[in-house]
């Protein structure tokens, strides 16, 4: 074997093992992925008032004047009133949504990943290692063809390319080469490397000594700040020494799938395991800290692991266990061809056999294991039978109140009516295949482009894997060029992976506002409550994740010019209560901290309150009967050294 | 019932052709008002200039009811990429790719661009906005565009010479039947009625109006100033009341219901008169450009049928073989709207079926080149060929006759051939059939589907539930424009709508001030503008808007044309009481200004005074009075020269402070 020959079987062989991308396995990842950022669309937009809008925190204004980063833009920055902010919200929605659907999916997904970088680079101080994760999965999913399975778009491309004239022609089982053939591009290749290099490094970098010894989530767990009730009981009621274990297992856990993302071999084992491990880790890890999107969409980003014998090995079980359904249609009745067109669209596993019954029979029967059956039964034993069938049933269910006995009774007895309105009685124009307007070259360039933005991607994220990696070696550290720079920074695709490394925060901390309303109360506008300025006797606080974050990147010494804005809406909070009575006269910002405790410990430690802010209404005189106003506390600093 | 549909067919419908050409003329315009703001990007539309985008959200926090994408974008580099965006919706919208998508990007990108800095707005903005709003309900890409060619190529798929003859066209949507289209031609028609019914001075009496309105230097364009040196005031007279009333004769002739060829054509040189008044001579941006687009609108449907047909009947002989060759045949039938061009293939020739040709024409000739057979039965091969090919399309004379010139000849013949001797790799690699081996979708049925005349009832609920859908949105814009034109303007009769609340809140939003009353009720008696004196490090004296030595005098009016957005700036900040547009004005000038745009780099300004100028006009026939007024809006005194100019990154406001920061 020459050195060509070699480079040449080693480069069929790489990318044979990874730049394939089933295309069932890309439906599915964006139909996953897509309803995470629909969900995540909509956890922001019940902030939208507060953290997004001219009335909240942070204006669009205030940002525009002190953006956060050298390279900042956002579509959200064009939108101020909260009316306005809701429209923006909701076009992402819809944006998300018709992404979720798979219709015009290049499109929205481009448009998706605007959006989704926009409304991190909005607000971001709340911006956190998940908000990175999903800015960088819907940019790799914008460079894939995502929409070729499960999708409008392939439903409609399938429908232009092919139909069944006749009941005898269902049978057929046209299969278009395009419903199988897996996706080559470098795309494929970089959207899974990126989730082992996630891993990677995030073993790589806790060096520190509290995952050696064993207490990382020891510590993790007293965050009160992040944790989530169940955290409050596992801390309360675990011992350490499991908290110890259940520390190493994690490290464990990250570098086992390290390995098993990148396992050339055996991959219909290994990827398998990869997906369950990343399961388990991720919604534990969800279920007991508020992280935002992080954990969620790690596990969107799992579906992306399956490979072309998954799923044959999934359409071959299902053929066995539905397999085998006889679906006879009245012959000469449009409505039940196109009935079984849809059927037949929607079993992919072929465990529909379709046969043309009597005219004027019923208008569709179903025999599964010699057992015949008709009206609501036949279509129980169909739907069933196709992919996911379980539970579409109960869906439909669902969707349609409970009626659809009445709407399928309906359905056979008004064929004739439903026919003529849709004017099916009259033949089908015959189906023409055309040929794409644009010239093929044209269309090849667009790949070779696509391909060549990819690489520019790809040298943006190596600068970044080298630059933002605490355990990258001094001598590969580097000054990024401008451009490298600006396509991290607008896009926010960062790579620095070490969540709680080397070691996890120990401070917990939260914002108070200790706030005096012009008729002599003590409130904290931000809880509607008296003000809590001790720490030490929380049971988790319960916030969110944009609520949490925010608070703590608030008090850091470069957000100090975000100060002002912070100031501006507790001043205002009487005009959103609608209550004068409820104007603030006066009021201390704090960062409420203390150190969690050590193990074996149960207690905090170091329980203080810093000033940020401290301000009183000016020539402000208090009625008579009220408490006269404290002197102005001392703003300082509430950053410490760990 | 006859009557009615008459009157429905009168007023509710546009020709499509008519439409397809007013998208192409407006999607022109709209290029053309992009190429002027690109000119002042800096200026306008980035942090650098007059007004960050910072400042004017904090400006419009309590007025509110203004949107622009554009206030998401802060530096010039940011805005660059902006503006090309807005350039490819306008190119899109112009040539009709996915029309009606683009339209709808193409009327937000239009009221961003307004709604960025509120002090640039000019009734050319309001105008065209209102104009693009309305269109976008109607079918403008039907006819003329990538669209309609995509869909005739879709719906009609020709294979032989036979079907590149059939002329019969597929239903298509003709027209655009509905509420929008006689929205769109009464807002063509109230603009000028409704400045008209303000121009009540003096000057509209007596027939001064044009000759004092080009005699303010901001608003003139080169022309504009040619006229007024060259015009005499007669002309000028009779001009101006010619303008008045053209503005009013407008819309009652553009809905006169009868003898459309006869009306329109008066409705259109009425409008082409008010149309190109503003487009040539004076510079309000969009807007006299606009009017003059719209009169495609009028063209009307019997016009429009009474073209002439075969005019230059030419016979084309091509390759049956080549996939190229039948792609370019298909092309060229549907850019033959005269129907002048009939196909042969030279399959014909080969099997000796020649009776009607010349002799000449052998079968290796029609095997190495298109064959085209002119109006006088000469038969020409090549780039004569081709020449005569081009002279029988629309508009293709010109083009023709050029590659007809010896020299150009030779050059396209070169080239022809080069293309010719590879016309089936060239059809293979385009993924056309080659080598008379058929492609798949030559499997296809050669006609297109031929749409049934009456619809199911599925398909009228759906045209219908969009027709009451469309009508509704038509009908909220109208109103909007018309509270908008209620509550701007001084008008003898008023709709009532101008007191709503919500559509003044839409007209807002959608940047449709309506300013109808142009030189109402009659145009400045002064000559005014800003002129700036900078004294710099090196004390040269500079005008920084223009980069020229300053001009207190208003002597040379050259200088002070600065385009439609500079003249609407400098008038709202002049009379605008709020000290911060002032403030970012001075921070702008004392940055070197235009001077300092061009070269991407803050000049050194040592001192800088600005003026309000104003300059009586004298009455037509007197001379200069010569006294010149001018009044002081700037003065910084000398400047403290920037000891640390070295770090600033140039490209950011003064307030901007950016820190680089890793936010994980």
């Known amino acids: ?642 | 019932m006859k009557v009615l549909r008459l009157l429905g067919q009168r007023f509710f419908r546009i020709d499509a052709r008519s439409l397809g050409l007013f998208r192409i003329l407006f999607g022109c315009v709209l290029l053309i008002d992009l190429k002027e703001r690109w000119a002042w990007l800096p200026a306008f539309y980035s942090n650098d200039g007059v007004l960050p985008n910072h400042v004017h959200l904090f400006q419009l926090r309590e007025s509110g009811r203004v949107f622009s994408a554009f206030h998401a974008f802060s530096l010039r580099d940011e805005t660059f990429v902006a503006f090309c965006v807005t350039f490819a919706f306008y190119g899109f919208f112009t040539l009709g790719w996915h029309t009606r998508l683009f339209s709808v990007a193409s009327a937000v990108a239009l009221v961003s661009l307004a709604g960025r800095n509120i002090l640039t707005n000019s009734i050319g903005d309001s105008a065209a906005i209102a104009l693009l709003l309305i269109g976008v309900f109607l079918p403008l890409g039907a006819r003329f565009s990538l669209d309609s060619l995509r869909h005739s190529f879709a719906s009609c798929d020709e294979h032989s010479p036979a079907a590149l003859n059939d002329r019969t066209r597929p239903a298509t949507v003709e027209t655009g039947p509905g509420l929008a289209g006689l929205v769109l031609v009464l807002v063509v028609g109230l603009i000028p009625l409704a400045a008209a019914l303000q121009q009540k001075g003096g000057a509209w009496a007596r027939g001064d109006a044009l000759y004092y309105a080009l005699r303010s230097d901001r608003w003139l364009s080169a022309m504009g100033e040619f006229v007024r040196n060259k015009a005499s005031l007669r002309t000028l007279t009779v001009w101006t009341k010619l303008l008045r009333g053209c503005e009013f004769a407008i819309l009652p002739l553009a809905l006169i219901p009868v003898g459309r060829r006869f009306v329109r054509p008066a409705a259109m040189l009425a409008l082409g008169m008010v149309g190109a008044t503003f487009a040539l001579c004076f510079n309000y941006g969009p807007y006299g450009w606009s009017l003059l687009a719209a009169l495609a609108l009028l063209v009307p449907e019997e016009t429009w049928n009474a073209r002439r047909t075969g005019t230059y009947p030419i016979r084309v002989i091509y390759d049956e073989d080549c996939g190229m060759c039948l792609w370019l045949a298909r092309l060229l039938k549907r850019l033959d709207v005269r129907g002048n061009v009939s196909f042969l293939g030279n399959g014909t020739v080969e099997r000796g079926e020649t009776a009607d040709l010349p002799e000449s024409i052998t079968s290796a000739m029609v095997q190495r080149s298109i064959v085209v057979i002119d109006p006088k039965g000469r038969v020409h091969t090549d780039a004569l060929a081709m020449s005569h090919v081009f002279r029988a399309l629309p508009f293709g004379s010109w083009l023709g006759h050029a590659v007809a010139l010896p020299g150009l000849r030779h050059a396209v013949a070169a080239l022809y051939h080069r293309v010719a001797a590879r016309r089936l790799d060239i059809s293979v690699a385009c993924g056309l059939g080659a080598c008379g081996l058929p492609d798949k979708s030559s499997e296809n049925d050669e006609r297109g589907s031929t749409n049934s005349s009456v619809f199911p009832p599925a398909t009228r609920l759906q045209k219908g539930a969009r027709g009451v859908l469309t009508t509704v949105l038509v009908g909220f814009v109208f109103a909007t424009f018309l509270a908008a034109t209620d509550a701007n303007n001084n008008l003898p009769v008023r709709s009532g709508l101008g007191t709503r609340g919500t559509l003044l809140g839409a007209a807002s939003y959608l940047r449709i001030s309506a300013p109808w009353g142009l030189w109402a009720p009659e145009p400045a008696m002064h000559n005014e503008t800003l002129v700036t004196v900078a004294t710099m490090r090196d004390d040269r004296e500079l005008d920084v808007l223009n980069g020229a030595p300053p001009d207190p005098e208003l002597a040379i009016p050259r200088r002070h044309r600065l385009g439609p957005l500079w003249a609407a700036y400098v008038e709202n900040v002049h009379a605008s009481d709020n000290p911060t547009f002032r403030q970012e004005l001075r921070r702008y000038l004392t940055r070197g200004g235009r001077v300092s745009d061009e070269q991407n780099q803050p000049t050194g300004v040592n001192k800088l005074q600005a003026f309000w100028v104003s300059a009586p006009i004298p009455a037509p026939g007197e001379p200069a009075s010569g006294l010149v007024e001018r009044v002081e809006l700037l003065d910084t005194g000398n400047l403290p020269r920037p000891s640390h100019a070295g770090n600033v990154e140039f490209g950011r406001g003064s307030l901007l402070r950016r820190e680089p920061r890793s936010e994980k």
């Not at chain 1, 919200?89 to 959006?115: E, I, N």
């Not at chain 1, 399956?306 to 085998?324: C, I, K, S, V, Y």
């Not at chain 1, 019923?362 to 539970?391: K, N, T």
């Open chain 1, 1 to 642: 074997m020459t050195l060509r020959e070699r480079c040449a079987f080693l480069s069929r062989w790489f990318i044979g093992r990874y730049c394939h991308a089933d295309p069932r396995t890309l439906g599915l990842a964006r139909i996953v992925i897509g309803m995470l950022l629909c969900a995540d669309t909509l956890r922001h937009w019940a902030a939208a008032g507060r953290y997004y809008s001219d009335v909240g925190v942070l204006s669009n204004r205030q940002l525009l004047a002190h953006p956060s980063s050298d390279f900042n833009f956002s579509v959200f920055n064009a939108f101020s009133t909260p009316a306005e902010v809701n429209v923006a919200f909701g076009c992402a929605l819809a944006c998300q949504v018709c992404f979720t659907l798979g219709w015009h999916t290049r499109v929205f997904a481009v448009l998706a990943c605007v959006w989704v970088t926009s409304l991190d680079n909005r607000l971001v101080l709340v911006e956190n290692g998940g908000y990175v994760v999903v800015n960088l999965l819907t940019l790799w999913l914008a460079f894939l063809p995502t929409g070729s399975r499960f999708g409008i778009d392939a439903w409609q491309r399938g429908s232009r390319e092919h139909r069944a004239d006749s009941i005898g022609e269902l049978d057929e089982r046209h299969r278009p080469e395009w419903l199988d053939a897996p996706h080559v591009s470098l795309a494929s290749f970089l959207v899974v490397l990126n989730l082992g290099v996630i891993y990677t490094f995030n073993v790589v970098n806790k060096y520190g000594e509290t995952w050696r010894t064993g207490a990382t989530i020891h510590y993790v767990l007293h965050l009160d700040r992040m944790v989530t009730g169940l955290a409050v009981f596992l801390r309360e009621h675990v011992p350490y020494r499991l908290l110890q274990g259940a520390t190493w297992l994690t490290l464990v856990t990250e570098a086992l799938l390290a390995v098993t993302i990148f396992w050339p071999t055996h991959r219909r084992i290994a990827r398998p395991l990869a997906i369950g491990l990343m399961f388990a880790l991720h919604a534990t890890l969800g279920i007991v800290m508020r992280l935002g999107p992080f954990s969620w969409f790690m596990i969107g980003w799992s579906t992306l692991l399956l490979q072309r014998t998954h799923w044959d090995a999934l359409e071959t079980a299902h053929r066995q266990r539905f397999g085998g359904v006889s679906v006879t249609l009245a012959a000469n009745r449009p409505l039940a061809l196109r009935l079984g067109r849809v059927l037949a669209r929607l079993d992919r596993t072929g465990s529909l056999n379709f046969a043309e019954g009597p005219s004027d029979g019923p208008l569709i029967e179903a025999e599964w294991h010699g057992q015949r059956s008709c009206d609501r039964e036949a279509y129980r034993v169909i739907v069933r039978a196709l992919p996911l069938g379980f539970m579409l049933g109960p869906i439909a269910h669902f969707g349609t109140l409970g009626l659809g006995s009445f709407l399928l009774r309906a359905l056979a007895h008004r064929s004739s009516a439903i026919e003529r309105f849709f004017g099916w009685e009259h033949s089908e124009t015959p189906l023409r295949r055309t040929q794409s307007f644009w010239p093929k070259p044209l269309r090849t360039g667009l790949r070779y482009g696509r391909e060549g933005l990819l690489a520019l991607l790809v040298f943006c994220s190596t600068s970044a894997l080298l630059h933002d990696n605490k355990s990258i070696p001094p001598l590969l550290q580097h000054k990024q060029l401008k451009a490298v720079r600006a396509t991290l920074g607008y896009l926010r695709i960062f790579q620095g992976w070490g969540m709680f490394a080397p070691n996890p925060v120990r401070e917990d901390g939260v914002i108070a506002v200790d706030g005096y309303t012009i008729d002599g109360r003590r409130v904290d506008p931000f809880t509607g409550q008296a003000p809590d300025l001790d720490l030490s006797d929380a049971r988790g606080l319960g916030l969110g994740q944009i609520e949490q974050d925010y608070f703590n990147r608030i008090r850091l010494d470069r957000n100090r010019v975000y100060h002002p804005a912070l100031s501006e809406y507790l001043q205002a909070w009487h005009r959103r209560t609608g209550a004068p009575e409820d104007e603030l006269v006066a009021f201390d910002v704090f960062w409420v901290r203390d150190r969690c405790p050590e193990p074996f410990e149960k207690q905090p430690r170091e329980p203080e309150n810093v000033c940020l802010i401290s301000w009183r209404k000016s020539h402000h005189r208090a009625r008579p009967g009220t408490p006269a106003l404290p002197a102005r506390c001392k703003e300082t600093s509430a950053e410490k050294k760990d």
